[in-house]
């Protein structure tokens, strides 16, 4: 699968809020979410000021939009959010590929570390972001739901 990553555009807005709000639909219920989560709620101005702010990024297959990803960049720190791939996608390894180019970019900018929050109680993601060298730092259910922040060092 060839897989095209680019820094998110203005005109990538309505892809983005498709793709987060199908991801995040999957990631709740298979998650056991029953309070409403903030990525199913933001608006294309929330998406706007995201990509004035952030490092967002959008992957596409022969032009098609698959995933996205937010990197919140504060100095050497780092925060991951919105990270969502089309469901049809999952286990394609476009998620890895998103991952890599945060990685790349993050090293560029001279990060040295970078953190997520994930559900605790699905397994897949932890799993997934544990093979990409993050850990587990703490597990906190300030969001209505068990949550497990990970962090990894560059």
Do not use: W
């Not at 698959?66 to 780092?78: K, W």
């Amino acid at each position: 699968m060839k897989v095209l990553i680019r820094k998110a555009r203005h005109e990538d807005i309505p892809f983005i809020s498709d793709i987060t709000k199908e991801a995040f639909q999957n990631y709740a219920a298979k998650a056991g979410i029953q309070v409403m989560i903030p990525a199913l709620t933001e608006t294309y101005q929330d998406i706007e000021n995201d990509i004035e702010k952030k490092e967002v990024f959008i992957a596409f297959e022969n032009h098609y939009p698959i995933g996205c990803i937010r990197v919140d960049v504060n100095f050497r720190n780092a925060y991951i959010s919105r990270f969502a791939v089309r469901v049809k996608y999952h286990h394609t390894g476009v998620g890895k590929k998103l991952m890599d180019a945060v990685s790349k970019r993050l090293k560029e900018l001279g990060v040295s570390s970078a953190c997520l929050h994930t559900a605790a109680n699905y397994d897949e993601p932890v799993q997934f972001y544990l093979a990409l060298g993050f850990r587990i730092v703490s597990i906190s259910s300030e969001a209505g739901y068990p949550r497990a922040l990970m962090c990894k060092e560059y």
